[in-house]
């Protein structure tokens, strides 16, 4: 099984502080860390350089002295989502439709935490997946979080509006509708597309509302990221989740 491993001095500190739990061990070139961390639960282990080089497998990375091995991530099946929240009226669920970029995805991770969202959908493939670079932009937040791999957007998007989900998608077309201006107070899906491509065609169709956020239009479209957390922020607000 392939070790999952995150690095730098602020990433790895702040991934103990909030998810001491996950941590197996912490390699470091830092003698004093092992004082600080010698009241926690994983294992600390005083190395030289060259050695945490050959853990990442990079001798370039700016890793600061301090290399931290975290516990396998574990994805949530999509019928346990069913489970969890079929009687939450005010239930929020992110759909990424082929998201590539990890720090991207990371992003949009530790946005959904901090605005409560309740799940995360995405592909089982054309997708990027929980990598530990993933990880490292969450902030470690992914283990906040449920998030599902499917195999299929279209028959996820049937189930849930089977229950009682409205499903907007992030569009620019003719028919979009600027988001500030929509009432969102039932349980709610957002599509979020691909970076260059957007939400495909027929994930389009298949949702109830498109939708945009308003902008100068000094260029095409945001930041996939920046636009989630704009769409997030408001629509949480609006179901009451923050």
Sequence with gaps: ???????????????????????????????????????????????????????????????????????????????????????????????????????????????????GVDAIITLDHNQVEITPTVIKASGGTAFHIDVCRVANLGNIIKLLKEEGFWIYSS???????????????????????????GVGDKITKMSDINIHIPTLKVIDSLNVSVAAGIFMFDIARKLQKI
């Design 171 to 197: 569009n620019l077309n003719e028919d979009s509708q600027n988001f500030f201006n929509v009432e969102f107070n039932t349980k709610t899906t957002l599509i979020l597309g691909n970076e260059s491509k």
């Design 1 to 115: 099984m392939q070790k999952n491993y995150i690095y730098g001095k602020n990433a790895t500190i702040e991934f103990i502080a909030n998810f001491p739990e996950k941590v197996i061990t912490v390699f470091t070139t830092l003698v004093d860390l092992k004082s600080k961390f010698q009241n926690h639960p994983f294992l600390t282990k005083i190395v030289n350089k060259d050695d945490l080089d050959k853990l990442l497998g990079e001798k370039n990375l700016t890793h600061q002295g301090i290399v931290l091995e975290y516990k396998q991530f574990n994805y949530t099946p999509f019928k346990d989502l069913t489970t969890k929240n079929l009687d939450n009226k005010n239930a929020f669920y992110i759909i990424l439709d082929q998201i590539h970029d990890p720090y991207n995805f990371g992003a949009i991770i530790r946005s959904a935490v901090l605005m």
